[in-house]
């Protein structure tokens, strides 16, 4: 499960996993971004905030992320990950290679500075 929520006017999707993922959370999370994307051309800020990562449910839920994140990645500006876990810290660096956006990780009780980041 997914749970998610876009604050506007700001643009910042916050995404908090709590149980294994399901394709239908993407489904979902693109229905709340995407209308917001195609009026203002970008979303800002993605704020990833778990005590860990929760894994998928199956493997057509890992195909859904992971064409999520190829069709939305471009569209992001930053993307913040909040959390003490060691797997989750490590995460920046890794998708920083990999996609073009600003990432980086905030420990957990930094989140309001995380905030403030992808505000900016």
Known sequence: ???????????????????PLEASDFESVIAEIDPYIAERGKLPGVLIHAKSFPGWANLTAAMAHMRFVESHHEKIGKLAVVSDSLLLSELPPLVGHLID???????????????LWLEE
């Open 101 to 115: 956006v600003d990432v980086k990780h905030f420990p957990e009780a930094a989140y309001d500075d995380a905030l």
């Open 1 to 19: 499960m997914l749970k998610h929520k876009l604050i506007t006017p700001e643009g910042i999707l916050l995404l908090e996993p709590e149980a």
